[in-house]
């Protein structure tokens, strides 16, 4: 079996977020991450991969290819040894999953700061995360990449922050937004149950939003910057939260 | 007064490493970063600005051009309002400067990581970062975009870090690496002054390099992730060192 035209043109036509909604495929590159995903539940539909890629799959479809037909696949500026070809999963927000912290993502724009925030999410043995509808989606290959696989074990689901604010409310759940002009992070008294809101990264969250949230917090400064990166803020409030 | 050819050749060939190094010179993008570069001592050597930017330079050469102009100088995707040319300043490693805590990065690659560190030392009130002498240069316009500004407030400098550590060394500082294998970052009793030595995003810490840090430290997991992206562990880190 070799590369068709028709294989080239469904997975550069994948690099796009207007053929991966269409098809409802992502791919997925490099060794690293594709061994994180023969692990997960994801259905891979095919796997393209150079001579140098040691095999860990058993009954998937695969395609050998050389170096030069994956770097014509790929995403990255340097291919990777294999690529897979992988479904996506639903990704609606249908109810709020109770745990002792969840984080919410209002209208994030960078996919690589969604992959690196849901790599944290992972390392810090998060869940689930819900996100606004107007954020970067999980299956954008820069996401899919900064995640390092993580992806494959946290839980993504979009939705109206409105409904996922009323659902965690619900759940017992204070809704604790990050801001700049909240609690200091190391005075306030963590919830028993909390669901972290994260602001975009150029307008962080509006009033409306804020309205919604039971409390804000803050991490203190010490400097000049006028602010942190979002998934810089995530990670130091989640390693707080986390630390017992 | 226009924009020239001349004018044209040399910003584009600063988009490259090899003119940065070789003219001393870098480039500042957008409105936030020049603002904030205004209001350091950095030589700004001339500004290329559209009309829609308000002028906040006095006595510096500017020169007006037009949005599909300045998109042709321009290292983003799109342009936005002014572009600084300006004269680097020399980042060789002279001296350890004496504080409550710095940073030494060892070969990190990442311009975009770069940026952040840079940014969340900044928010944190850190003045110096230590690099080794292979790792990205600050100047990479990635670099640049990434800090927001903070690389203007932030003193970064490069040297053999067998140096650096020993200058530290003599300067009462404790040398703390961060690793996966070390004391747990909650349990650890912070020095009075700290050298907090990040490694590269691929390797991380060598053993030899290991060997000449006083300390190891952790950022405790709670989930499946492999690793923390540096810069997150930086944030996690910085903020644990500074809350008190």
């Known amino acids: ?8 043109k469904l997975i550069k036509s994948l690099h796009q977020k207007k053929f991966r909604n269409e098809y409802r495929q992502f791919i997925v590159e490099g060794e690293k991450c594709v061994n994180e995903l023969l692990h997960s539940d994801y259905e891979i539909i ?5 001579h140098e890629w040691e095999n860990k799959s058993n009954n998937i479809q695969k395609t050998p290819v050389s170096i030069n037909e994956l770097q014509r696949l790929s995403t990255l500026n340097t291919a990777n040894k294999v690529l897979a070809l992988v479904k996506q999963k639903d990704t609606t ?22 992959g690196t925030i849901i790599r944290v999410a992972d ?19 820069k996401c899919v ?48 149950k909390t669901l972290l809101v994260m602001g975009s990264e150029s307008h962080g969250l509006s009033p409306d939003i804020l309205n919604l949230c039971d409390e804000q917090i803050t991490i203190p400064s010490y400097g000049q910057a006028e602010s942190l990166n979002v998934a810089i803020a995530t990670g130091i409030i989640c390693a707080e939260w986390m630390k017992g």
Chains 1, 2 share one sequence.
């Open 145 to 192: 990449q900064a995640s390092m696989g993580s992806l494959f074990r946290v839980n993504c689901r979009y939705g109206a922050v409105e409904n996922i604010f009323s659902d965690a409310k619900k759940n017992q759940s204070k809704v604790v937004a990050a801001t700049l002009e909240g609690i200091n992070l190391y005075q306030y008294r963590k919830p028993e």
């Open 123 to 141: 390392w810090f043995g998060i869940k689930n995360i819900y996100l606004s509808e107007n954020s970067v989606e999980v299956y954008n290959p």
């Open 93 to 114: 927000f249908i109810k709020y999953v109770d745990e002792k912290i969840s984080l919410c993502l209002y209208d994030i724009k960078d996919p690589g700061n969604l």
């Open 1 to 8: 079996m070799s590369l068709s035209k028709s294989d080239i």
């Open 46 to 50: 095919h796997l393209y991969h150079t």
